[in-house]
C-alpha cells in the first residue's frame, strides 16, 4: 500500500505561495478594524471586539484564528495578558498566537500546547483552545490526537463550522489509493454530520467539502487530473446529488449571518462550475464578492487567484 499524499500546509493553505493575497476575515468589518488596531499596538480594540462576541463559538473562532495569524498577535497578547492575567480572552489569543508560530516552525509544538491548555483551563466552555489544538494536530498528530480534539471542540458547540471542515480534510487524506470510492469514510462523516445539525446550520454543505478535499487528495496522489474543471470527479451520479443537495440548501437558507459563509460559497460555487453548471455557479460568484477564499481553489496545486477568476470570468460569461 502506498502512502498518502503529504497533507496540505496548515489550514489549508495552496502549496504555491499566491501572487495576490486573500482576506481571511472575509466580510467582518468589525474585525478588520480590530486586526489594524492590533497591527498598530492597540489592543484594547480587540478585547472590546471579543468581548462582545460573546458565546458565538463560531464568530469567536474565526476572529481570534484570523486575529492570531498577525506577526504582532503573540507580543501584543503577552502584553495584555500581564495587564489582565485572568483574561480568558488574552489566553486564547495568545494560545492561537502561539500555534501560528509553532506551524511555521518559529516556536515549539510543546510551548503552543501549553498555552492552549492554560486557556482551555480559564474558559472551560469555550471551544476556541481546543480549535487551537485541532488546528495543531491537523497538520503534524496523529489520527487519535486529531479525532480526540475534535470530539473536545464538538462536545461544547457540536456544530463548530472549523473543526468540522479541519476533519473532512484529515479524514479525506485516508486511502489515497483508492480512488473515488463513493464509501470512503470521508463521505459517511461528513453526511453524518450534515444530518445531525440543524436544518439551517451551514454544515449541509459539509458533503462538498468532503468531495473537494478528496479531490485534492487524489488529484494529488495522481489518480485525478491536475484541472478540476476537466476531472470526472465532479460529473459523477454521487457528486450531482451532492452538489444539487447544497444548491438547494443555499437557496432556501443561505445562512447570511454565518461568520464563515463565503467559504462554504467558495466550495460550492468551485464545485457548479467544475461541474458545469455555469448558471448557478454564477450566482455564487455573485455572492461572493470580493471574498474568495484559497481553497478549494488551490486544489491541488494551483495559483488560487489565478483559478478563482478565470471560474468566475467563465460562469459569468454564460449569464
Not at 510551548?111 to 489544538?133: K, M, N, S, V, Y
Not at 468532503?210 to 485534492?216: F, I
Amino acid at each position: 500500500m502506498s502512502p498518502p499524499p503529504p497533507p496540505p500546509p496548515p489550514l489549508g493553505r495552496g502549496r504555491k505561495r499566491a501572487v495576490h493575497a486573500f482576506d481571511a476575515a472575509l466580510d467582518d468589518a468589525e474585525l478588520v478594524a480590530a486586526r489594524t488596531s492590533l497591527a498598530q499596538g492597540r489592543w484594547t480594540a480587540v478585547r472590546a471586539l471579543l468581548a462582545a462576541t460573546g458565546d458565538d463559538w463560531d464568530r469567536r473562532g474565526h476572529r481570534v484564528t484570523v486575529l492570531a495569524q498577525e506577526p504582532a498577535a503573540l507580543a501584543w497578547a503577552r502584553d495584555w495578558q500581564l495587564a489582565e492575567p485572568e483574561s480568558a480572552d488574552a489566553a486564547v489569543l495568545l494560545a492561537c498566537a502561539t500555534v501560528q508560530r509553532a506551524l511555521h516552525g518559529k516556536d515549539r509544538p510543546e510551548r503552543a500546547r501549553e498555552a492552549c491548555d492554560a486557556a482551555a483551563a480559564l474558559a472551560p466552555a469555550d471551544p476556541t483552545p481546543w480549535l487551537g489544538l485541532l488546528i495543531l494536530e491537523r497538520a503534524r498528530g496523529s489520527e487519535g490526537d486529531v479525532v480526540r480534539l475534535f470530539d473536545e471542540v464538538r462536545h461544547r458547540y457540536p456544530e463548530h463550522h472549523h473543526a468540522h471542515h479541519l476533519m473532512v480534510a484529515r479524514l479525506a487524506e485516508r486511502r489515497a489509493e483508492a480512488g473515488q470510492d463513493p464509501l470512503h469514510e470521508v463521505y459517511d462523516f461528513a453526511n453524518w454530520a450534515a444530518e445531525q445539525a440543524p436544518a439551517d446550520s451551514p454544515l449541509a454543505m459539509l458533503p462538498v467539502v468532503a468531495h473537494a478535499e478528496r479531490y485534492r487528495v487524489l488529484a494529488g496522489a495522481g489518480s485525478e487530473s491536475t484541472d478540476p474543471a476537466a476531472s470526472g470527479h465532479w460529473v459523477g451520479r454521487r457528486a450531482r446529488q451532492v452538489m444539487k443537495a447544497a444548491f438547494d440548501w443555499w437557496l432556501e437558507w443561505e445562512g447570511e449571518d454565518h461568520p464563515r459563509r463565503h467559504l462554504d460559497l467558495n466550495f460550492l460555487a468551485h464545485a457548479k462550475f467544475c461541474e458545469g453548471r455555469g448558471a448557478e455557479a454564477a450566482a455564487l460568484f455573485h455572492r461572493i464578492g470580493p471574498h474568495a477564499t484559497p481553497e478549494p481553489w488551490s486544489y491541488p496545486d494551483r495559483d488560487p487567484y489565478q483559478a478563482f477568476r478565470a471560474a468566475r470570468d467563465s460562469a459569468l460569461g454564460t449569464v
